[in-house]
């Protein structure tokens, strides 16, 4: 670990790239999830239909059905088969996410998103302790559980309690309790465990993580030689997990981040001052010769937003 690690995360980044660049995929992301909200916003609020209904299931210019993928499987083994044209639309959603990436699902479309980044900031910036930290497959059994569930009660289960939908529709049609669970989650984030809901316990999450287990859009340590150890991409992954085999690898080991819990937020590239970190295929495996580069003099304290 070098002395680096004493400035404020994303301190080298600012300086050497620029605000805007080290900010760039966090705001393309705010875009994204702003544009599918506004999509849908459009019809209740302005009487523009070009997408009727929600997250959960959709109809885009009365042409186009998409579906999460993650209620029709619900509704399957709940015993309530749905319509062809919601199985085509949950094909063509699950298609997408199984090639760019299930967990894109996650930073660059679902909503709650914002609420568990901002969670995530504040707790850095009151430099709070980590917290109970769930088990790394939390998430998965809480997945299973939700399709036991909906199998015995014959119903979609997770919609009862999903804060993904209660937001989504909430900013529709208006919060009123649905209020109640956004808070909880961000409370529950910044005070009782970090990136607790996101990275441990969302079955959602999971899912779509099974979706792009082979997905072809990867984050690449492609030039991993020219790390200055500064920590800063640990610092603001939600799944700091999945960078330590590409970045700490061997000369023959693949730069490629390939765990599915990986959500191509594009954090890491943002927060690199040194470009380490790059969006590429699955099929750009090889890193990049190594470098020197001049250690900077300065300190950085870890933990702190800049």
């Known amino acids: ?96 996410y199984a090639l760019i990436g299930g967990r894109m699902y996650c930073s660059w479309v679902c909503p709650v998103n914002a609420v568990t980044d901002t969670a995530a900031w504040a707790h850095r910036r009151m430099d709070l302790p980590k917290g109970w930290q769930p088990k790394k497959n939390t998430r998965f059994y ?14 979609i289960a997770w919609e009862f309690v999903n804060p993904i939908s209660m937001l989504h529709r909430g900013l529709i049609f208006g919060m009123g309790f649905a209020w109640t669970f956004v808070v909880a989650v961000f409370l529950f984030d910044l005070f009782v465990s970090r990136r607790g809901w996101c990275s441990h316990i969302c079955p959602v999450g999971a899912f779509y993580g099974l979706l792009g287990t082979k997905s072809l859009m990867r984050v690449s340590a492609q030039e991993r030689a020219a790390c200055d150890d500064c920590m800063d991409c640990f610092a603001v992954c939600p799944e700091m997990h999945v960078i330590s085999p590409a970045l700490r690898g061997k000369d023959e080991d693949t730069p490629l981040i390939l765990s599915p819990d990986c959500t191509n937020c594009g954090r890491c590239i943002d927060v690199c001052a040194v470009d380490v970190f790059q969006f590429t295929t699955r099929f750009d495996d090889t890193p990049a010769p190594g470098r020197v580069r001049e250690k900077p003099k300065t300190t950085r304290k870890i933990g702190k937003a800049a």
Do not use: C
Request: hydrophobic residues 55%; charged residues 10%.
């Open 142 to 155: 809480v997945l299973g559980m939700v399709l036991i569930v909906s199998a015995v009660s014959g119903t």
């Open 1 to 96: 670990m070098s002395a680096n690690t004493h400035l404020p995360v994303g301190h080298e980044a600012i300086r050497d790239k620029g605000l805007i660049r080290a900010h760039k995929y966090l705001i393309l992301r705010r875009l994204s999830q702003a544009f599918f909200l506004g999509l849908f916003m459009l019809g209740p609020w302005f009487g523009i239909w070009w997408v009727k209904g929600n997250l959960s299931g959709s109809l885009t210019l009365d042409i186009l059905p998409l579906t999460d993928p993650f209620i029709a499987v619900q509704g399957i083994v709940a015993g309530h088969w749905p319509e062809l044209t919601a199985i085509f639309g949950a094909v063509i959603v699950a298609a997408v």
